[in-house]
């Protein structure tokens, strides 16, 4: 299995980076989200790693080996695009196998690829049919397909699933783990949704403008947020963050035991919306909205003018203009420096 690190990467158009001295490494055998918002440089990064574009400073190594101004082709990498790449005028399996015609690889070998390919990825029926004659999830298959064939032991993807629709999504989304585990392969993924991220990595580099604002397991990045970007960015709905003087003009005092030595002024203080109820006495809420989702209730409120959502389970009768009050578990709160925006350590 080969690992794949990045140190210090950076690139620039001018004197704009895109991506700013990025640092992380992929494991053998692991899979990593490269998570976060449109132009936060995920896919500037991968295209990096993947040698379609020349980094301006820093270094890339996949299997221990400086690949930093390597040809894509001398790197060990496989590739599939958000728009899959299919040449519409070949069938499924000229598809597949067009790489390996490229890179002359026997013809007996070629189709015993192709054919393996084909059973791991439900296509055997599906060789002699064009793009235009497949689904969008078959299409997804056959760009999975042709980077199977390839046998290469890292294999990237940008989006590759941002084009179906949600059903499909999520059995893709099982389809795509289940077959990166059964292969072996170091997959690094590139993706804006953060539903992706967290049900199928091993490892989330959260970015943000051309920085990585958090690497870590999902449920680290849920449970621990390291910043309010990524507390507000992990989680459906996302954690509530508020001013601390807010939350205590609000009737918050009695909740709350603060973080010492820092100024309440400076401070927020944040808590996942499941973590909250509604109650006789706490935080003083005004309902705005009311959505029932069947297994739980989502209470859009604003606690000193600042959105605050509370979740319960059920349906919860209260309607948009009442007023409420929500109390917290103690044990659930988070704390950062509004200034910085990052996380403070409970002192």
């Known amino acids: 299995m080969v690992s794949v690190e990045l140190s210090s990467v950076t690139k620039s158009w001018g004197a704009a980076a895109a991506v700013d001295k990025v640092s992380f490494s992929v494991e053998g055998g692991k899979f990593v989200a490269l998570l976060g918002p449109s132009g936060c440089g995920k896919s500037t990064t991968l295209r990096l790693i993947a040698g379609l574009e020349e ?7 996949i299997g221990g080996r ?23 005028h070949l069938s499924v399996a000229e598809n597949i196998s067009f790489g390996l015609q490229v890179r002359k690889v026997p013809r007996a070998e070629r189709d015993q690829r192709v054919t393996r390919a084909a059973e791991i990825l439900g296509l055997k029926g599906l060789l002699d049919r064009k793009p235009s004659q497949l689904s969008g999830g078959q299409q997804q298959r056959v760009a999975l397909g042709r980077a199977i064939v390839a046998e290469a032991p890292v294999c990237l993807m940008d989006e590759p699933l941002s084009n ?17 585990q059964r292969l072996g392969i170091t997959m690094i993924y590139v993706t804006h949704d953060q539903v992706e991220a967290m049900t199928m990595a091993d490892q ?25 970007f990524v507390a507000r960015f992990v989680g459906t709905p996302p954690m509530n963050v508020v001013p601390l003087p807010a939350v205590l003009a609000a009737g918050g005092a009695s909740q709350l035991t603060q973080p010492s030595g820092h100024d309440p002024a400076g401070l927020a203080v944040g808590i996942r919306p499941e973590m909250t109820e509604l109650s006789e006495i706490g935080i003083a809420a005004d309902v705005v909205a009311v959505e029932y989702l069947g297994a739980d209730t989502l209470i859009e409120t604003r606690v000193g003018g600042h959105g605050f959502i509370v979740r319960r389970p059920g349906k919860v009768r209260t309607r948009p203009g009442e007023k409420v009050y929500i109390t917290l578990s103690q044990s659930a709160l988070h704390w950062f420096d509004q200034a910085s925006e990052r996380k403070v350590v409970r002192g």
């Open 55 to 61: 980094t301006s400073s820093g270094t890339i190594t």
């Open 204 to 228: 989330v580099v959260l970015m943000r403008n051309g920085h990585i604002e958090q690497d870590a397991p999902p449920d680290e990045l849920y449970e621990n947020p390291a910043s309010i």
């Open 66 to 88: 400086d690949v930093t101004h390597a040809e894509p082709s001398k790197r060990g990498i496989a590739m599939v695009f958000q728009n899959y790449a299919l040449f519409p």
């Open 164 to 180: 179906l629709d949600a059903q499909l999504r999520v059995e893709m989304r099982r389809e795509l783990r289940e077959l990166q």
